[in-house]
């Protein structure tokens, strides 16, 4: 016990005077809240913007009736003469309607009756825009059609058919949790970047410095320096992961999430909850760094590699996020994958059973256990030294 | 006391020892002499248990390297071929902690840092963090290192290797000094008047082979040669041949 303090605490002193690789590794956890912020205050300005959809018209004169459709909910119909598909190139404009000079005459005549709305498709910040119009047009259609069966006495009902009825049974938090799917990535990530400085310079640092050599010949079990090394950067990997989880749900908190129709409301006991949830990603996170810096051949090499594992927390996100699965209780025995739907619940106000923390935490600190001791077999091999 | 015997060693393709035995008395230096690339330094990692010898056996007071390795290093105290130190450790700290590596308690460690402090005239850097030493300095924490748990058996892999003349003379010194406190000092060199004036027993390993061992005047005799460097080269050379 003695002998893992003096490693541990070594590895501690060491690791915290390394300002240069500390402050790189704790950029992160400020820097997510940060992006979080403006992502979601984004979000909010354009959901909640008034809608008054401009509307330039050709040929508004043709059409009085439809203009007024139009008015009537909202839009701002101006006159317009231009060539309008130069316009919607420049990006002057949106949108613009072309009411055909033969409107009147059609209309009369009972012909189907077209009106053109030019728009560029390609274009993702018009299409509600597009719609929108779309949809008066195609109500000021059926109440015309309605009117029209009405003046010969037939029921408009008669041609009423199919329409689909809306019911979100999604209940506000959770759509909120949704939204919220990003948390867990970066709470995760945070995980994988702050103890990451430590685990590369203890690896693959100490023996590009030769300073393995003169430490593996002291009478120490190999399991031990690993375990030393191990807890060591953990600890900042815990530290920086919790700093993130705070500073992202205190940015969830100050941020007006009712303006998107979301509710998001944390408890004071849900977050000792998601920090037990989580707690131990960092054990897993830094035990395979040490493995993969004990395997690299040199200090860059371990920086890519484990580089890499930094996506690593991003899968099950993706993965939960374009694949919505039902979740059954074997995916908390997947590390990472566990821990993510842990904090998406938490966070969504779910009820988390008391087996999905247990599984969770004993399948991923019994992996990283693994991982240690597979480091520790590494660090007896001669190649470790010979390099 | 240290004793090797029946050392084979390969790498991938390249044999490095082919059958080494030799011992190493208490209160005795010991030189271990060769031509770079001899297997003086596979030797000596055999010893410390870095590397498994192939065959044959290494032993520190009777104990066996590769049965009883955590006891067997216990008694040991190495300069290795590796001189890295931490950086951000100043000298004391790298004594406090290897030191607490061997179990000894803070207040026998504290009295026996100031004793090293002062064997190695280390006054002025003992507080200071490791970067930016020189050579001679970081040889003295080095130093310090491997014999901050008083052990009774020290091995140092070319120890006067690119120092100074002055740091060069205090660790001649200081190797005068361990061996009257009746220890047992093993050091490789390649450097032949340093191995004359300081051993009372040289073994010359080359080609992975010891090819003499003795006292520097029965070695000179066996290679019928007056002086110990012409000794050396024939001895090498008959090696090679072989």
């Known amino acids: 016990m003695n002998l893992l303090r003096a490693l541990y605490q070594k590895e501690m002193i060491d690791g915290l005077r390394d300002r240069r690789s500390l402050f790189s590794s704790f950029f992160f956890p400020f820097l997510a809240p940060l992006f979080i912020y403006g992502l979601m205050t984004l979000m909010i300005e354009q959901n909640t913007k008034k809608e008054t959809i401009e509307l330039p018209v050709i040929g508004g004169e043709y059409a009085p009736a439809l203009i007024q459709h139009l008015l009537e909910n909202g839009i701002e119909v101006t006159a317009f003469s231009d060539d309008p598909e130069q316009a919607i190139r420049d990006k002057s404009v949106d949108l613009v309607l072309e009411i055909p000079a033969d409107y009147q ?20 910040d018009t299409r509600a825009t597009v719609s929108r119009v779309r949809q008066l047009i195609r109500s000021y259609s059926s109440e015309l059609n309605a009117l029209r069966l009405i003046s010969r006495g037939i029921s408009p009902r008669l041609i009423q058919g199919v329409q689909p009825k809306n019911e979100d049974i999604a209940s506000e938090e959770q759509r909120a949790a949704n939204i919220l799917s990003y948390i867990p990535i970066y709470v995760l990530m945070a995980a994988f970047v702050c103890g990451l400085g430590l685990a590369i310079d203890t690896t693959a640092g100490e023996r590009e410095r030769r300073s393995l050599e003169p430490l593996l010949i002291n009478p120490v079990p190999r399991l031990k320096l690993i375990f030393g090394k191990w807890l060591a950067a953990s600890t900042l990997s815990a530290v920086g992961m919790v700093i993130t989880l705070i500073l992202c749900l205190w940015t969830m908190l100050a941020l007006p999430l009712d303006e998107l129709g979301f509710r998001f409301s944390l408890a004071k006991s849900q977050i000792p909850l998601l920090v037990l949830a989580i707690l131990p990603v960092p054990l897993l996170a830094c035990s395979l760094q040490l493995l993969l810096g004990l395997f690299a051949k040199s200090f860059k090499d371990a920086q890519s590699y484990i580089g890499i594992l930094v996506i690593l927390p991003v899968v099950p996100g993706l993965v939960l ?46 992996t990283s256990l693994g991982i240690c001791l597979i480091a520790a077999r590494l660090l007896d091999q001669e190649r470790v030294i010979q390099g | 006391m240290i004793e090797v015997s029946g050392l084979r060693k390969s790498f991938a393709e390249v044999t490095a020892l082919k059958g080494v035995s030799f011992s190493a008395q208490n209160a005795k230096v010991t030189g271990l002499l060769g031509p770079n690339g001899a297997g003086k330094s596979t030797s000596l990692r055999i010893l410390y248990g870095l590397l498994k010898p192939d065959t044959g056996w290494a032993k520190i007071d009777g104990l066996d390297v590769s049965l009883e390795r955590l006891k067997a290093q216990a008694r040991l105290g190495v300069l290795p071929d590796g001189h890295g130190l931490y950086a951000r450790l100043t000298a004391r700290e790298h004594m406090a902690f290897f030191g607490r590596l061997h179990g000894i308690s803070p207040d026998v460690l504290e009295q026996r840092s100031d004793e090293l402090i002062r064997m190695l005239d280390m006054q002025t850097i003992a507080d200071r963090r490791t970067e930016g030493f020189s050579q001679g300095e970081r040889m003295k924490v080095c130093l310090a290192r491997a014999l901050i748990h008083s052990p009774d058996n020290i ?24 061996r009257q406190l009746g220890l047992c000092v093993l050091f490789s060199s390649h450097i032949m008047h340093e191995v004359s004036r300081l051993c009372d027993e040289i073994v010359i390993i080359a080609e992975g082979q010891v090819v003499a061992q003795g006292v520097p005047d029965a070695i000179r005799e066996s290679a019928g040669e007056e002086n110990l460097e012409d000794a050396f080269v024939i001895l090498s050379e008959r090696a090679a041949r072989l």
């Open chain 1, 105 to 124: 005459a059609s209309m009369a005549a009972f012909e189907l009756t077209r009106v053109g709305m030019i728009h560029d498709g390609s274009r993702n």
């Open chain 1, 321 to 366: 996020q374009f694949y919505p699965v039902t979740t059954s209780l074997w995916m908390y025995l997947v590390p990472i994958l566990g821990q993510s739907l842990m904090i998406k619940e938490l966070l969504g106000a779910e009820p988390v059973a008391f087996a999905a923390y247990f599984l969770s935490f004993a399948s991923t600190v019994a």
């Open chain 2, 155 to 178: 091995v140092l892999d070319e120890p006067t290797n690119g120092l100074d003349v002055m740091t060069t003379r205090k660790v001649r010194e200081l190797i005068n000094e361990l």
